[in-house]
Nanobody
Framework: QLQLVESGGGLVQPGGSLTLSCAAS????????IGWIRQAPGKEREGVSC????????DYADSVKGRFTISRDSAKNTVYLQMNSLKPEDTATYYC????????????????????????WGQGTQVTVSS
């Protein structure tokens, strides 16, 4: 059974850092583009970042550029989202998702077509940025 499991969320003060992990079971993440998507209470889902199959392409939402970094550890079958300089507006449930069909050199980091691009989703991990 294909499964994605997020971890690493928690409560952090503004300006702090967290690293989220997205671990896969039942399949190898190397063959999938991976996205991080977040959803705050009362708001639509928002694409945050993505990494392509080839790892040659990464992309970020404007709101997190320069603060978040996505990476992949093939040996651990895990994708990470390093989040620095966190702001209260980063508070949300963060999901990772796997894209089985898009080009190996591209990934989707937008918000409008998430269900079109991403085939498998995790259950999410909560990130709260508050003093």
């Amino acid at each position: 059974q294909l499964q994605l499991v997020e971890s690493g969320g928690g409560l952090v003060q503004p300006g702090g850092s967290l690293t989220l992990s997205c671990a896969a079971s039942g399949f190898t993440l190397d063959y999938y583009g991976i996205g991080w998507i977040r959803q705050a209470p009362g708001k639509e889902r928002e694409g945050v970042s993505c990494i392509s199959v080839s790892d040659g392409f990464t992309d970020y939402a404007d709101s997190v550029k320069g603060r978040f970094t996505i990476s992949r550890d093939s040996a651990k079958n895990t994708v990470y989202l390093q989040m620095n300089s966190l702001k209260p507006e980063d508070t949300a449930t963060y999901y990772c998702a796997a894209d089985a069909t898009t080009s190996a050199s591209y990934c989707y980091s937008g918000s409008r077509y998430l269900n079109t691009y991403y085939d498998y989703w995790g259950q999410g991990t909560q990130v709260t940025v508050s003093s």
